[in-house]
């Protein structure tokens, strides 16, 4: 393969990609509800000023919430293919899947309480 249909075949992964992003955004309300949130965190951290340190926290939380309902939603994408019908099998990986975004979710929101709180609240922070 040469270097220009190498190239290409980068370019057209990054589309599939973008497709994929697009889709998942589309259909899935708990992706939509995370994106808003993360506006809203993101305009937050620009109204308290965040240090870099704590904008890299906040990206960091932001990209790893997102990527594990991406890939949740890629799981029951495929398993709900795969088998329409109910299995208590395939419920319990469906469950486990929504399990890892809810933990990835909770520890985020732990580090947004560690950054935000004391920018918000400063005079109530300090002894």
Request: charged letters at 15%; glycine letters at 4%; proline letters at 3%.
């Amino acid at each position: 393969m040469n270097k220009v249909s190498r190239l290409q075949s980068r370019l057209r992964s990054f589309g599939f990609a973008w497709n994929g992003l697009v889709t998942a955004f589309k259909s899935q309300s708990n992706l939509q509800i995370h994106a808003v949130a993360a506006l809203v965190v993101l305009g937050l951290g620009y109204y308290v000023s965040l240090n870099a340190i704590e904008w890299c926290m906040v990206l960091v939380c932001i990209a790893l919430v997102t990527s594990a309902e991406l890939i949740n939603t890629a799981i029951e994408t495929y398993i709900d293919y795969k088998s329409p019908e109910h299995h208590a099998e395939i419920g319990k990986a469906k469950d486990i899947a929504a399990a890892a975004v809810w933990v990835c979710a909770l520890f985020a929101a732990i580090v947004g309480s560690i950054v935000f709180i004391p920018k918000l609240f400063p005079h109530e922070i300090q002894p």
